[in-house]
């Protein structure tokens, strides 16, 4: 069992930079990919971004690739989401995900934990 609790969003206008995190419980989070999605009010949940575990390899979506950066630290269990030009777009509540085994997922189904998520907003 993983527990996910991320923290970092806020209110920023366009331009801006935020760096939200996820903190994972549990002593296996370095066997975990982890993954962030967003969802904005009336739409569905949407892959933003992924680091797997056993390569480091990231992935994002095309509408955040140059502005947005995912990292984890594995001491520290805890991975990272640098948020830099950001747009009104953007604005949404930004989720943690964990996955195990390998591979990795842009869709919801597959992660098998999730944390309650974070609030970004950004204003133009």
């Known amino acids: 069992q993983v527990q996910l609790v991320e923290s970092g969003g806020g209110l920023v206008q366009a331009g801006g930079s935020l760096r939200l995190s996820c903190a994972a419980s549990g002593r296996t989070f370095s066997t975990y990919t982890m993954g962030w999605f967003r969802q904005a009010p009336g739409k569905e949940r949407e892959f933003v971004a992924a680091?797997?575990?056993?390569?480091?390899?990231?992935y994002y979506a095309d509408s955040v690739k140059g502005r947005f950066t995912i990292s984890r630290d594995n001491a520290k269990n805890t991975v990272y989401l640098q948020m830099n030009n950001l747009k009104p777009e953007d604005t949404a509540v930004y989720l943690c995900?964990?996955?195990?085994?390998?591979?990795?997922?842009?869709?919801?189904?597959?992660?098998?934990?999730w944390g309650q998520g974070t609030q970004v907003t950004v204003s133009s």
């Open positions: 680091i797997t575990w056993y390569s480091g390899i990231t």
């Open positions: 995900a964990a996955r195990t085994g390998y591979g990795f997922s842009r869709s919801v189904v597959g992660y098998n934990y």
